[in-house]
């Protein structure tokens, strides 16, 4: 009985390990599938509080706006790579037909000269036309491919320099801090209209007119 119930507890115990590091791995990965701050709580922070918090989702989107250059850059490269491969597999296709052009041509002038057993030579001479002909449709095959490959980094080349000045565009932004366009600038206060001038010097036989706001200054004048 009491070596059953030590058993129970060494088990139990066993597994108490087991689980242990299982629970605190969930514990740790639960932080990978998104943010542990509740979101409508962040949201009902007030404006003058949030600069920390406008500041840090900036720079958040910064550091996504790298990365995904930064993927852009991957797949370019990996582009290149690939043109190279077919670039260095086109080259050595070309130095293989021109070994071959030169056997054919020590081929054709032996049996030219006579020389050696023309059985011989012609079967010679028909394997090389026949390695011939494969290395060039290898070599057609090959210069279509890097053709093909050409064109591709040159449209990721153009993706690449579009996602830098994106970027670049994105990172000079300031998060809240826009500076007013020029609808939005404050427009200058209209200037008052200049009072209208009097003409000192008016035309011959021309009248003078009364100021409105003359005021009769003796009794001459209210009687008249």
């Known amino acids: 009985m009491r070596i059953r119930l030590i058993k129970k507890l060494v088990s139990v115990a066993l597994c108490a390990c087991l689980l242990a590091p299982a629970a605190a791995?969930?514990?740790?990965?639960g932080g990978l599938f998104g943010s542990p701050v509740d979101a409508e709580l962040a949201a009902q922070?007030?404006?003058?509080?949030?600069?920390?918090?406008?500041?840090?989702?900036?720079?958040?989107?910064?550091?996504?706006?790298?990365?995904?250059?930064a993927k852009l850059k991957?797949?370019?490269?990996?582009?290149?790579?690939?043109?190279?491969?077919?670039?260095?597999?086109?080259?050595k296709a070309q130095a293989r037909a021109a070994e071959i052009r030169l056997d054919i041509a020590k081929m054709e002038a032996i049996m030219a000269s006579n020389l050696g057993q023309a059985e011989d030579n012609r079967k010679v001479l028909n394997d090389l036309l026949a390695d011939r002909a494969k290395n060039e449709?290898?070599?057609?095959?090959?210069?279509?491919?890097?053709?093909?490959?050409?064109?591709?980094?040159r449209d990721w080349t153009q993706r690449v320099a579009q996602k830098e000045k994106a970027v670049a565009e994105f990172k000079s932004r300031r998060s809240g801090d826009a500076a007013p366009t020029p609808q939005d600038a404050p427009k200058p206060s209209p200037k008052p209209a200049d009072e209208?001038?009097?003409?000192?010097?008016?035309?011959?036989?021309?009248?003078?007119?009364?100021?409105?706001?003359?005021?009769?200054t003796s009794e001459a004048d209210l009687k008249s």
């Open 137 to 153: 449709r290898e070599r057609i095959e090959i210069k279509s491919k890097a053709d093909q490959g050409t064109l591709f980094v």
């Open 196 to 216: 209208p001038v009097e003409i000192v010097n008016p035309e011959p036989g021309a009248q003078r007119a009364p100021k409105p706001d003359a005021l009769p």
């Open 45 to 69: 922070v007030p404006q003058n509080k949030r600069s920390a918090i406008n500041k840090a989702e900036f720079e958040l989107a910064c550091a996504n706006q790298d990365a995904e250059l």
């Open 74 to 91: 991957e797949e370019l490269a990996d582009r290149q790579d690939d043109l190279a491969n077919l670039n260095t597999k086109l080259a």
């Open 25 to 29: 791995q969930a514990i740790s990965l």
